[in-house]
């Protein structure tokens, strides 16, 4: 492969963006590689960010890989934090830049340019996050000014909105330093990506830990006087709080796209071929900020992982290199930990399986996540999503206080590979009574819904 001098300019600096910038260089070492963020941290892993705000990761320059002078001088990349890119010029091949320390804008060359400008917290109305007791939890920024927030005006009661895997996630890292905490939620249960018996199980272990749970209750306004929240209000009642806490989800930062008349998608994501090739000449996006393709159902869908960001990150950064790399979808494989709780989910949705045309059988099973008679040994709640016609798994919730989330791993590699039921019961996995009984809880889950499929 001939190897070139292009500059590369990538916008976005946490995962997608860093994962290119690396990859990129060590294929190609004479690349000119430029990463830009608005930002003043890159390539810090937010998904820890709810164990630094509950103090489980005391340090929060531990949960950096790399601060811009590290990722400069390691990785052979200029790094330039605190610049916004304000616009994409595709037909000249110039960026707009602002640098914001200096409010100095200038426009920069590009040969090939990435977007992985990501995620932004759903905001109902922006003004909210002023008030000095509201907080996403976005950024590392947002995090530090959280944790500060709490050390110095110690809350008592907390609001949290949104009852998904973040919200769930805050409410355990709030709960050593504040007594009293509610979630609001828009839909009955909490974690409406997984199916009614695993949303109760998760209820339970809410109740079970004293975080109150208010379901039916979209937010419609939070009242602020002198510049702090004392109020929210939802279709379900108001209820007052010291602090607020948004985790209403995530929208893709597509606005530089847009305005460059790159495409979108249904969810808003930038489109992207399966190389993160944009419909603009030079133009990749990777990341948070791009739909992808999930693999069972074969439809674009919106799923902001950092995990799948970093692997659209690096493909990209192939393919900018100049080999030929392709990204083939996602399963979805996610899990989240709700105090003693392991949720993991991977898949479809019975009901999003039914919306994608499969005949949909569930089977759900209880089982041991170690020999029953080993010490230790945890309920492990596993539930089937098939399509009837193929016997194909094609989803599944797994919930345990052990054991639920490395499973979750073993059945997406099975849905990935398109196995049925029958593959998957006759799965060699082993057997020993400290980590798995003989019949391990997928083998039980598969032989059950062998019976029910037949
Ligand atoms: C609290 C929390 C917990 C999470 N937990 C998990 C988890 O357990 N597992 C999991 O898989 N995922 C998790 N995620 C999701 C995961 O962190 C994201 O999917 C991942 O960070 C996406 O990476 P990204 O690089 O695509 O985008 P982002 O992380 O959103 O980064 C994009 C960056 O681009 C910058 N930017 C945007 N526009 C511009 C511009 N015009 N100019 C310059 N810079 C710009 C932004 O400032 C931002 O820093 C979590 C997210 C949060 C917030």
Redesign the pocket.
């Known amino acids: 492969m001939k190897k070139t001098s292009k500059n590369i300019v990538i ?9 290119a910038a690396a990859k990129a260089k060590r294929i190609n070492p004479d690349l000119n590689i430029t990463l ?4 003043e ?2 390539s810090y ?6 164990y630094y705000v509950g103090d489980v990761i005391p340090d929060y320059q531990s949960i950096i890989t790399f601060t811009p002078e590290e990722f400069q001088k390691k990785k052979g990349c200029a790094v330039r934090t605190l ?4 616009e994409i010029l595709p037909h000249r091949k110039k960026i707009i ?1 602002t640098d914001i320390k200096k409010n100095k804008s200038s426009e920069l060359p590009y040969d090939q340019l990435l977007i ?6 759903r905001m109902p109305n922006p003004a909210w996050i002023n008030a000095r007791n509201v907080f996403s ?3 590392l920024r947002d ?1 530090i000014a959280l944790k500060e927030h709490i050390a110095l005006h110690r809350p008592q009661k907390a609001l949290i909105l949104g009852g998904g ?2 919200g769930l ?2 409410a355990e890292a709030l709960s050593k330093s504040c007594p009293d905490i509610t979630i609001l939620h828009r839909s009955p249960l909490p974690m409406t990506t997984m199916e009614v018996e695993s949303q109760k199980i998760i209820l339970d272990e809410l109740k079970r830990h004293r975080i109150r749970f208010i379901g039916n209750a979209p937010v419609s306004d939070i009242q602020i006087k002198d510049g702090l929240a004392t109020e929210v209000v939802t279709t379900n009642g108001i209820f007052e709080a010291d602090l607020i806490i948004l ?1 209403m989800g ?1 929208e893709p ?1 597509t ?2 796209a847009k305005n460059a008349r790159i495409r979108c998608g249904a969810s808003g994501g930038i489109v992207v071929d399966s190389h993160m090739r944009t419909n603009v000449d030079n133009i990749y996006a ?5 739909e992808i393709r999930n693999i069972i159902s074969n439809k674009p869908i919106y799923l ?7 692997k ?2 690096w493909i990209a950064g192939e393919n900018i290199a100049g080999e030929s790399s392709e990204f083939p979808g996602v399963v979805r494989t ?3 930990k709700i105090f003693d709780l392991e949720a993991a989910s991977v898949g479809l949705r019975s009901a999003e399986a039914e919306l994608s045309g499969f005949r949909v059988v569930t089977e759900s099973v209880m089982a041991y996540s170690r020999s029953k008679s080993y010490p230790g040994a945890k309920p492990i709640f596993i539930k089937f999503i098939m399509d009837k016609l193929t016997k194909r798994l094609i989803g599944a919730d797994l919930i345990a206080e052990e054991g639920a989330a490395s499973r979750a791993n073993i059945l997406s590699v099975a849905i990935q590979n398109q196995m049925n039921v029958s593959d998957i019961s006759r799965l060699d996995l082993l057997y020993s009574p400290p980590f798995s009984p003989v019949w391990d809880p997928i083998l039980v889950a598969a032989n059950r819904s062998l019976k029910k499929l037949s």
């Open positions: 916008i976005g600096g946490v995962a997608a963006g860093p994962a830009f963020e608005q930002g941290f890159i892993g937010t998904c820890s960010m709810p610049h916004r890119v304000d830049v992985a400008t990501g995620a932004r917290a939890i976005k950024h995090s895997f973040i996630e805050m985790a995530f930062n606005t530089i990777a990341g948070a900020c791009t902001p992982l950092g995990h799948i960001a970093n659209m990150g996610a899990a989240v």
